[in-house]
């Protein structure tokens, strides 16, 4: 198995640059077989998800093209299968993005059961609500695999989503694109990647207004086209640095993110009492202080991601005092409690929320990363810790941190990758 090895408790200096938005990717490119076209998508960060889609799109016929590390060529005029069942599918949650593309190029889809990190229940039923509310008939019965078909082609809907799901909100947009007439998601959510892919599709030829706000309005078109695409700048990952950065008491300087996307993180280190200074395209943090306890409430954007709330746990461990998170997305999303409580964390976890007793030195631990950002906490706490500690399980960090070694080491952490029996 492959692992980290960190010795904690080396200040972090220097600058890191963050890669495409793992979020934004995963949707762009399945949402780039919608189109007959072309695309050329440029600042794709290089994760494990990224490969994966990739591997699913060649088995329908499209041929995806590495041109170098970030940039990747999607040529989706071949496009001619519309099952979507291969295990590719199966290992990843994005995958749940091919039933709108394939729905709205061919009006019918059978994609396996989406994957992707288990933390409790995740439902897609205001997906399914929107593509039936569309028109498609559904047929859960294989429960292995979700099939998707309408007379003809989709039609526009009025479309009020009773949670503001992300991927719904995507996949109804992508769906909606090519469909007969006008698509309104009401309730839509905001983060930035939906804005991302929105503006990816209107690129290719479609007419969505309103990404970003709670109303979207999309006029279906009857084909679309290629183009060239850049992705943003992933949120999670310039956070989950920033956090590194406040944890070791380091200097950070963390380049080529938006700091609006970085609002309510910002925020948050600044009650703490770390110095955030803002440039146009990077944030540096300052953390050569004694850190401050706080209070989170994970929310929809603008809200505090829920993936930036394991990592901010780990941080709260280190601040001196009471701290409690509340996670309002997710319904269990503190499996990974157990593992940083082997750093000698003193935490209690009540139904949604966690106490933290922060203060104690963490030390040295051998854990596990019981899913991306859970790992990412994992990495947050060795980074911290007095001592050496490995983090099993690293597979779970590969799917959504690009070159997260190489990154770290450039800060001056001791972090290697090892195989362990
Ligand atoms: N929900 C429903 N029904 C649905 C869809 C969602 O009840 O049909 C509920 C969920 O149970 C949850 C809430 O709505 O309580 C939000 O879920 P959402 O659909 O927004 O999540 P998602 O689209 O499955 C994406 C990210 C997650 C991130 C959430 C919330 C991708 C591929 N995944 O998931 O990212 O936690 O939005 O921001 O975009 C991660 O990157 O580590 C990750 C898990």
Redo the contacts with the bound molecule.
Sequence with gaps: MECFEIKGQKKLKGVVSISGA??AA??IIPAAIVAEGVSVIENLPSIE?VTCLMVSLDKLGAKCTLTDESTLIIDARKVKSYIATDESVSK???S?YLMGALLGRFGHAEVAMPG??N???????????GFRMMGAKIDTSDEKIIKLDVDGRLHGANIY??????????NIMIAASRAQGRTVIENA?K?P?IVDTANFLNMLGANIKGAGTDVIRIQGVDRLHGGEYTIIPDQ?EAGTYMICGAITGGDVTVKNLIPKHMDSLTAKLEEMGCSVIEGDDYIRIVAECKLWPTNIKTM??PGF???LQPQITALLTAADGRSRVIEN???S?YQYIDELKKFRADITVNGREAVIEGGKELQGANVFAT???AGAAMVIAALGANGVSTIGNIRFIDR?YANIEEKLLNLGADIKRINKE
Excluded: M
């Design positions: 793992k979020n995963v949707a998800d990843i949650r994005a749940y992707g990190c933390f409790g229940e995740r439902p897609i039923d205001q997906h399914l609500k989503l009773d949670v503001a799901s992300v991927g719904a909100t995507i959510a983060e990647h999670i929809a954007y991601p829920t993936d997305v997710w319904e999303r899913d991306l950002r959504g």
